[in-house]
């Protein structure tokens, strides 16, 4: 394609026969497909965020679901509608994540900085800590890694990272269950020892 605009009717069909030939293995197609998409994509975060972290982040995570679920789509239907679906729910989903960690924030005062300054061996050791949880959970297997990621650091619902990953509700809970006990046999084992 050149640097012509296009009819959102050509821009569907385009679209959707790169999808097509994506699912029937053409790589090409697929890596073409993935680069004309995402502005749409980017646009349609836009409507919903204003932080430019927050739109790619939701754009990126737009792109991971269409990967994960490209073979649902049908080649018959318009595909804008369905590209579009997904990005205003990962966008949605990155609403929902700022407005939880935006609840949790507090504005530091100069109390908090006065007892910040106090024991900064309690600093040290916070921060030996989290970066042995961080390495810790950065070891664990993929699927556990995601699901600790999804459920415990992003705080999604089961059913919210169930429906990015693709995994049943029970997959997940399974594998939380087994990460917090690899972790916790490797933290706390750790400290023991």
């Known amino acids: 394609m050149t640097g012509q605009a296009t009819a959102p009717g050509d821009r569907d069909r385009t679209w959707s026969a790169l999808m097509a030939a994506a699912q029937d293995g053409d790589r090409r197609a697929y890596d073409r497909l993935l680069r004309q998409i995402v502005p749409f994509l980017r646009g349609v975060a836009r409507r919903r965020l204003r932080g430019e972290a927050d739109v790619e982040d939701a754009v990126q995570d737009a792109l991971l679901t269409i990967h994960q679920i490209r073979q649902t789509y049908d080649p018959s239907r318009p595909i804008r509608p369905w590209l579009a679906a997904i990005a205003e729910r990962r966008a949605l989903d990155r609403v929902r994540a700022v407005a939880r960690r935006a609840g949790r924030e507090e504005e530091l ?35 556990q890694r995601q699901a600790i990621e999804l459920l ?33 046999r490797r933290i706390v084992g750790d400290e023991r020892g």
Do not use: M
Request: no cysteine.
């Open 109 to 143: 005062t100069d109390l908090h900085h006065e007892t910040l300054r106090g024991p900064a061996a309690n600093e040290g050791e916070s921060r030996l800590r989290a970066r042995d949880v961080r390495a810790a959970v950065a070891d664990l297997p993929p699927g």
């Open 152 to 184: 415990k650091l992003e705080e999604l619902s089961l059913a919210e990272a169930s429906s990015r990953t693709g995994q049943s509700v029970t997959a997940l809970k399974v594998a939380t269950h087994r990460a917090i006990q690899a972790l916790r």
